[in-house]
């Protein structure tokens, strides 16, 4: 009777001894804990119930004692570096369990568990906080990253050395590639470009004449001169 009283009375006191334990571990994106300001702490906040903070222990680690039964969040507040929150349920018994969460989720919606390693739960790490951003540098070798401008380069490069290339050209070689230009349509914008003219059709039309519905002007024939002389002489 005395002992199954003491096991009641005893309860209470189990429920209120729950103590939670969040460690900082050593990776790439944190790889000294020290380094932490001293401001660093943690809080577990849950509804209907006061706020508890846990500040930062000479271990890395953050200690919350006397937890009684319920569903937590678990922040790290910290001025350099961001934490993933966790979410943490205590029974009567002790820990039920701890899972990442973020901020937005359901609640009933839980993340990878986190597993006690020695009686700790290890902390992860998101990465390093950058209040600035960097003011981009004028640079000219970005300009010539353009695609756009290394394209308008390389065809000013091939109008500039095309002549230079068709005057060093051998005489028989040169010869067959100025027949080939004549039989091309493209031979007056190329033309243009060695300073040669073309007698191409598309060299000589008249864009003009053509929207004014009217086909190219012929010259007045020698008779039809002479006999508007005749007429002018009577």
Known sequence: MQSSLLSLLGAPLLALATTLTLSLPTNQALPNPNTLPPSTHATLTTLGKPT??????????????????????ADIHCRTHAFAPLRVDISDSGVAGVWETYRGNDWDNKGEAVHPV?????????????????????????ILKNPMILLGLVTCVIFMGMPYLVDSMDPEMKAEWEESQKKNPMNSIMGAATGQSGGSPVGNFDMAAYLAGSGKKEAPSAGAAGGNGKKAKR
Do not use: P, W
Request: charged share 15%; no cysteine; proline share 0%.
């Open 52 to 73: 508890q903070i846990g500040q930062l222990t000479t271990a890395n680690t953050f200690i919350f004692h006397n937890l009684t039964a319920g569903s937590y969040l």
């Open 118 to 142: 020695g009686g700790k739960y290890e902390l992860r790490v998101l990465g390093y906080k950058d209040y600035f951003m960097e003011r981009s540098k004028f640079s000219v070798l970005s």
